[in-house]
């Protein structure tokens, strides 16, 4: 590999690194190697015991000779502890310096849990050195080497004099414990061990800073354009602000994703990353989620509520035509009386079985004709929308499943949706020529009047 030649599966050996032995981690291990690849940081919102410091680890251990640091945060926590004790010889020579070696200031990627309880004096170190990546140690500003870091917290800070930090990370994703689905596999899980890194899931630091100058000549696509200016109605009409710095950091993230995997251009897939950059809220990440999903992966619900009624009412049509008494004139009511009569309990004779299929009512071939007509035209419809939408699916999963930084949790999802519509769609045809062949076997009078039967009513969609 060259630093100008990656694709999307370069990281795939590092994705599957960041995961390897965890449930449900595959969204905040593509936001946490992202993060690292941008220089960007990154807020893993959820309870403890969720793997947020493993994963923060193990983005230390993907980057050949990086320096870890991490702490639990606490209000009784001091500067001492983050940025290192002061130099008492530097003290002796009347300078207030501090001793950062092995500590946040000299540390490539770091972890900070329960973030936002620091005291005020650490969060404003914190905020210049997470936005500036400068370290005031004395009289001296110092350049720091800090890559990526990691906050946690249990929730979303609601005291305003912490927002400003807050929006230091670009990315903030929420982390849950496994669901029900996964929990039989937690509990027969192998505890993930260190272990060595594999050569080939190691980042290339040439790599990564071929990909920076890469990544600001990727122009946006057109369908990405359009799904930002969406994205931007969206956050309008839910009342979210998302400030401008924010959109611009978003599209900068979303051109360095497009350039790691080689794309001419940012694409509408790339948006994947919209919830965990826009949403303000662990709340309002589901509906930056559905606006990505049922935009680009098509899943939003159709309607085929009228369709249905369609199929119904031929149903109920042919039932009715089915125990329609004989005519009149003919006796086989009489005859069908008498069979049963005559036939014990529990016993269907072979008089009975054939007095009962000449009580039923006879159709003229024009009638019959005429119904078979009226459900061809319905099932020509159900199967050109069924068609149309299993060639949407084939598009759809085709992009997605090329797309190598979509998590793999959404694909399957996505996979789901276009199933289940497909399946009901081919449910709903397959019902509807079981009815067609219904009224095809109607029982036939070649005498009788030949008029065609009104059309079987029923509200179009």
Same mark, same amino acid.
């Given at each position: 590999?060259?630093?100008?030649?990656t694709?999307?599966?370069?990281?795939a050996?590092m994705?599957?690194?960041?995961?390897?032995?965890?449930?449900?981690r595959?969204?905040?291990a593509?936001?946490?190697?992202l993060a690292a690849?941008?220089?960007?940081?990154?807020?893993?919102l959820?309870?403890?015991g969720?793997?947020?410091?493993?994963?923060a680890r193990?983005?230390q251990r993907l980057?050949p000779g990086?320096?870890y640091?991490?702490r639990?945060?606490?209000r009784f926590?001091?500067p001492?502890e983050?940025?290192?004790?002061?130099?008492?010889?530097?003290l002796e020579?009347?300078?207030?310096?501090?001793l950062?070696?092995?500590?946040l200031?000299s540390?490539e990627?770091?972890?900070?849990?329960?973030?936002?309880?620091a005291?005020?004096?650490?969060l404003n170190t914190?905020?210049g050195?997470?936005?500036?990546r $400068?370290?005031?140690n004395?009289? =001296?500003?110092?350049?720091?080497?800090l890559?990526?870091?990691?906050?946690?917290s249990?929730?979303?800070? $609601?005291d305003?004099?912490?927002?400003?930090?807050?929006?230091?990370?670009?990315?903030?994703?929420?982390?849950q414990?496994?669901?029900?689905a996964h929990?039989?596999?937690?509990?027969?899980?192998?505890a993930?061990g260190?272990?060595?890194?594999?050569a080939?899931?190691?980042?290339?630091p040439?790599?990564?800073?071929?990909?920076?100058?890469?990544?600001?000549r990727?122009?946006?696509?057109?369908?990405?354009?359009?799904?930002l200016?969406?994205?931007r &109605?969206?956050?309008s009409?839910?009342?979210?602000?998302?400030?401008?710095?924010?959109?611009? $950091?978003?599209?900068?993230?979303? $051109?360095? &994703?497009?350039?790691?995997?080689?794309?001419?251009?940012v694409?509408p897939?790339?948006?994947?990353?919209?919830?965990?950059?826009?949403?303000a809220?662990?709340?309002?990440v589901?509906?930056?989620?559905?606006?990505?999903l049922?935009?680009?992966?098509?899943?939003?619900p159709i309607?085929?509520?009228?369709?249905?009624?369609?199929? !119904?009412?031929?149903?109920q !049509?042919?039932d009715?035509?089915?125990?329609?008494?004989?005519d009149? =004139?003919?006796?086989?009511a009489g005859k069908l009386?008498?069979?049963?009569?005559?036939?014990?309990?529990?016993?269907?004779?072979e008089?009975?079985?054939?007095?009962?299929?000449r009580?039923?009512?006879?159709?003229?071939p024009v009638?019959?004709e005429?119904?078979v007509? !009226?459900?061809?035209?319905?099932l020509e419809?159900?199967?050109?929308?069924h068609?149309e939408w299993?060639?949407?699916?084939?598009?759809v999963l085709? =992009?997605?499943?090329?797309?190598?930084?979509?998590?793999p949790s959404w694909?399957?999802?996505i996979e789901?949706?276009h199933a289940?519509r497909?399946?009901?769609?081919?449910?709903?045809c397959? =019902?509807? &020529?079981s009815?067609r062949?219904?009224?095809?076997?109607?029982?036939?009078?070649?005498?009788a009047a030949a008029?065609?039967?009104a059309?079987?009513p029923?509200?179009?969609?």
């Amino acid at each position: 590999m060259t630093s100008e030649h990656t694709t999307g599966a370069t990281w795939a050996p590092m994705l599957d690194e960041l995961e390897r032995g965890l449930l449900q981690r595959d969204v905040a291990a593509r936001a946490l190697l992202l993060a690292a690849l941008a220089g960007e940081h990154v807020l893993l919102l959820g309870p403890p015991g969720t793997a947020k410091s493993e994963l923060a680890r193990r983005l230390q251990r993907l980057l050949p000779g990086a320096h870890y640091f991490e702490r639990l945060l606490t209000r009784f926590t001091v500067p001492e502890e983050l940025f290192g004790p002061l130099s008492l010889r530097a003290l002796e020579e009347d300078r207030y310096e501090r001793l950062t070696e092995g500590y946040l200031p000299s540390a490539e990627v770091a972890f900070l849990d329960e973030v936002f309880k620091a005291n005020s004096a650490i969060l404003n170190t914190l905020l210049g050195l997470l936005h500036e990546r $400068q370290f005031d140690n004395g009289s =001296q500003r110092l350049p720091v080497p800090l890559v990526c870091l990691v906050g946690a917290s249990n929730e979303v800070p $609601q005291d305003e004099s912490l927002h400003a930090f807050y929006d230091r990370f670009l990315l903030r994703v929420p982390v849950q414990p496994v669901d029900d689905a996964h929990f039989t596999a937690l509990l027969l899980a192998d505890a993930p061990g260190a272990g060595d890194t594999p050569a080939n899931a190691l980042i290339d630091p040439a790599v990564v800073e071929a990909l920076r100058e890469r990544a600001p000549r990727v122009p946006l696509g057109e369908a990405a354009l359009a799904l930002l200016l969406q994205a931007r &109605q969206h956050a309008s009409e839910s009342g979210q602000t998302v400030s401008d710095r924010r959109w611009r $950091q978003l599209v900068a993230l979303l $051109q360095l &994703q497009a350039a790691s995997r080689q794309a001419s251009e940012v694409g509408p897939w790339d948006l994947w990353l919209l919830p965990f950059v826009l949403a303000a809220d662990p709340a309002q990440v589901p509906g930056w989620t559905g606006l990505f999903l049922h935009s680009v992966a098509r899943t939003a619900p159709i309607s085929v509520q009228g369709l249905e009624r369609a199929v !119904q009412a031929f149903e109920q !049509q042919l039932d009715t035509e089915r125990r329609a008494p004989p005519d009149a =004139q003919d006796d086989s009511a009489g005859k069908l009386a008498l069979a049963r009569a005559i036939s014990r309990p529990g016993e269907e004779s072979e008089m009975l079985r054939i007095t009962s299929e000449r009580a039923q009512r006879r159709y003229s071939p024009v009638h019959i004709e005429a119904r078979v007509a !009226q459900c061809d035209e319905l099932l020509e419809r159900l199967m050109a929308l069924h068609g149309e939408w299993l060639a949407v699916a084939r598009e759809v999963l085709a =992009q997605a499943r090329a797309h190598a930084w979509l998590p793999p949790s959404w694909l399957l999802q996505i996979e789901a949706v276009h199933a289940e519509r497909g399946g009901h769609l081919a449910s709903l045809c397959a =019902q509807h &020529q079981s009815t067609r062949n219904g009224f095809a076997a109607l029982p036939v009078e070649v005498d009788a009047a030949a008029h065609a039967p009104a059309p079987v009513p029923w509200e179009s969609p």
